[in-house]
């Protein structure tokens, strides 16, 4: 008779053979390709239990055949929200049902319009964008601000493109459009001379621009070209036409305007002319977006009609009469009505900039958040209930700048079907754009084609890296207590927080692979040990199909490697893609599923000619997973393991609890169940103590002794050889 310890070696020293011959028996091998066939076209609970063949081989597959009948039961395992401390899977003492659960995703993930890393990668870009802007304003009337000094022709002014482009934004003209020609016509006219070039046009903006610098009409530079009064007026209009936003620095460029240019203004009709200083006296007065033009000029002309709409002071702070003209003499403005208006405006002007955008943030995270469709995002401010938001950015115009993108490039119906566009199709709308800053855009939100909200892609699905982050931690932590264990969660929960904002950002395996910290946690979380595996390995296991049985991935005696590539959402050229994502089961636990299946097979095969065998194939799969005393007490097998060990009487299962972990531990350092070694002494010994209670003897230990046994000679070698305990 062959002993159990060598019927347990037979299988273990070439278990990946041992695996591939109990996959390859007929009714495995046809119930594992149904499995894989047909898991992933069930979409429910009821559909998988309903369909006895998946729901039988998955429950065979995490040892819980015997719970087969329990649908009921089953049913709340399985609906069980793993995140939720309290859930019932959680409240189960057997960790065989958290991990039945976890293999299965049946409570579905979130469809959500953004991850929090693409929020976050969002929100970061927007509100960089302000000081971005300033510090390129700010760089720009620097460049301007000398190098115009250097100007000695018109001709030098108009080569700069730097310097042209300048004066044509300051003044409010196309850069595209505004011909250089043209240009030199208009600077080098005579505006005094009501036949020239500039007057002819009849524009006012023209004859600013003219008036701005001092060229002769061949074409040279005055000395200066600009004085310091016309550089000012020519950055503060700069400043003003460039700004998105209400900053301290804009409104500090208006109020210089505004100083610059009021003392030539003669007429109403000449202030109403210039939008600039519109805008000044709308902010001043307190006017609202609702507020006609004409409330200002009648008010500047009419004193009775100011008072009616409550605009007094504005006429009180200019001197126009009732034609709104001025009277000989009289300039628009007093020194002390100027500085009046000036101070008024800096009081009602929003140069609390980091509060207003601290509160579009605030209120973009809160109503992303309710956001399910492409028309909530695009939804108004003034649709919320909230009246306190409508002061706020729109979502969609904040996106936008956080990309680069001026509102006035793309209309909503442009933005939705940007949003609606399949990334990965080059034909859709947005590739069809040929723009990054709108392909960048695409990528930060997850709708469908329908303009609804989806599950995000990502390198790994949610599900599974919570997955693969739960089980870091429970390896980490294991038998480790007090400050110890303390330490250790504090540093496991530090690389979770990594493993899970970077995943959320990866594109490819390349990706993956180049980041120690994310490899470490994935090899960690299967139990391998990261220096045990080298990185050329790892990108042969990367570069294979783990859907083919043939690829190097699958050649290896170690199957945890093919289920972590399997985790992936990567196709065989190692780039995201969502054909590897599942329904129910992700293409990893898929194949988990399978591997228990078949290792579940392999140890029942085992136990129909020897139980001792089934058992010591149990104990070391589970012996690495166990954390206390407790796991053993809870597990029927690995308390048999236990106690045919040891040669305890079976009676010791009806002592107190406590009493029965205190005696397991007497016996067994838990902490050694984590060596491989340690496991091999406890495995030879259980198999002796097993072929000697299970013997067929004719009488005594003293017969036993005396070679009357049918004990064979390599059991006893095995007992000989025994470490103490």
Excluded: C
């Amino acid at each position: 008779m062959v002993s159990t310890y060598l019927s347990y070696l037979s299988v273990t020293n070439n278990l990946s053979k041992s695996l591939s011959a109990a996959a390859s028996k007929g009714a495995v091998a046809n119930e594992t390709a149904y499995y894989k066939e047909n898991i992933g076209k069930v979409t429910t609970v009821d559909e998988f239990m309903d369909n006895y063949r998946l729901y039988s081989y998955a429950m065979k597959a995490y040892g819980l055949e015997d719970m087969t009948y329990a649908k009921a039961f089953m049913k709340k395992v399985l609906e069980s929200d793993l995140s939720d401390s309290s859930s019932f899977a959680n409240t189960l003492s057997d960790s065989r049902y958290t991990q039945f659960a976890a293999a299965f995703k049946f409570v579905g993930e979130d469809a959500t319009a953004q991850t929090d890393v693409q929020q976050s990668s969002l929100l970061d870009d927007y509100e960089s964008s302000f000081d971005e802007e300033t510090e390129a304003t700010a760089t720009e009337t620097d460049y301007y601000d000398s190098a115009i000094d250097e100007v000695t022709s018109v001709d030098d002014l108009l080569g700069s493109s730097r310097l042209r482009n300048y004066v044509l934004k300051a003044f409010g003209l196309s850069t595209d459009y505004t011909s250089t020609s043209f240009l030199r016509n208009v600077l080098t006219s005579d505006v005094d001379d009501p036949d020239s070039f500039v007057n002819q046009l009849d524009d006012d903006v023209y004859v600013n621009l003219a008036n701005a610098f001092n060229f002769d009409t061949d074409g040279t530079a005055g000395d200066p070209v600009q004085s310091d009064d016309q550089k000012s007026q020519v950055e503060s209009m700069y400043a003003i036409s460039v700004s998105t936003f209400a900053s301290s620095s804009v409104g500090d460029a208006y109020t210089t305007y505004f100083e610059d240019t009021i003392g030539s203004i003669t007429s109403v009709d000449e202030l109403m002319a210039d939008d600039k200083l519109v805008a000044y006296l709308r902010t001043t007065y307190g006017l609202s977006d609702s507020d006609p033009d004409n409330y200002i000029s009648a008010a500047l002309k009419s004193s009775s009609l100011a008072t009616a709409i409550g605009l007094s002071d504005l006429h009180d702070a200019f001197n126009f009469d009732s034609d709104g003209e001025l009277t000989d003499g009289t300039a628009a403005q007093t020194s002390d009505q100027t500085s009046g208006t000036t101070t008024a405006f800096s009081e009602n002007y929003v140069t609390s900039i980091d509060s207003w955008i601290e509160d579009s943030v605030d209120n973009y995270k809160s109503r992303v958040a309710d956001v399910t469709s492409i028309d909530d995002f695009l939804a108004s401010n003034a649709d919320d209930d909230d009246d306190d938001n409508d002061d706020d950015a729109e979502l969609w115009q904040m996106a936008l700048r956080a990309f680069g993108i001026d509102s006035s490039e793309v209309t909503k119906s442009q933005f939705r079907k940007i949003l609606e566009s399949d990334p990965d199709d080059q034909s859709s709308y947005v590739n069809q754009l040929n723009d990054d800053r709108f392909t960048a855009l695409r990528a930060s939100f997850n709708f469908d084609s329908d303009g609804n909200t989806k599950v995000p892609l990502l390198a790994m699905s949610q599900s599974v890296i919570d997955d693969f982050v739960a089980d870091y931690k429970e390896n980490k932590i294991r038998h480790l207590t007090g400050t110890d264990a303390t330490d250790a969660s504090d540093a496991a929960d530090t690389e979770m927080t990594y493993f899970n904002t970077q995943m959320a950002t990866l594109k490819t395996a390349s990706d993956v692979l180049a980041d120690d910290r994310l490899v470490n946690l994935m090899l960690e979380a299967k139990g391998i040990d990261p220096d045990d595996v080298t990185d050329a390995e790892l990108q042969k296991m990367f570069a294979s199909d783990p859907d083919d049985p043939d690829s190097y991935v699958n050649s290896l005696s170690d199957n945890r490697f093919a289920e972590i590539v399997a985790s992936f959402n990567f196709d065989t050229d190692g780039n995201l893609s969502s054909a590897p994502e599942g329904t129910v089961q992700q293409r990893g636990d898929v194949l988990e599923t399978v591997n228990n299946y078949v290792r579940q097979s392999l140890e029942s095969d085992q136990g129909d000619s020897n139980t001792g065998v089934r058992l010591a194939l149990y104990f070391e799969r589970k012996a690495p997973t166990i954390s206390s005393a407790y796991d053993s007490l809870g597990d029927d097998a690995l308390f048999e393991f236990f106690t045919t060990t040891f040669g305890l009487s079976s009676y010791v299962s009806n002592m107190d609890v406590d009493k029965q972990a205190d005696m397991i531990t007497n016996f067994i350092d838990i902490d050694d169940l984590g060596d491989p070694d340690k496991v091999q002494d406890l495995i030879k010994r259980f198999t002796a103590m097993y072929d000697m209670s299970n013997a067929t003897t004719t009488s005594s230990a003293a017969t036993i002794l005396s070679g009357a046994t049918s004990i064979s000679a390599d059991t006893l070698l095995a007992v000989a050889q025994l470490k103490s305990s």
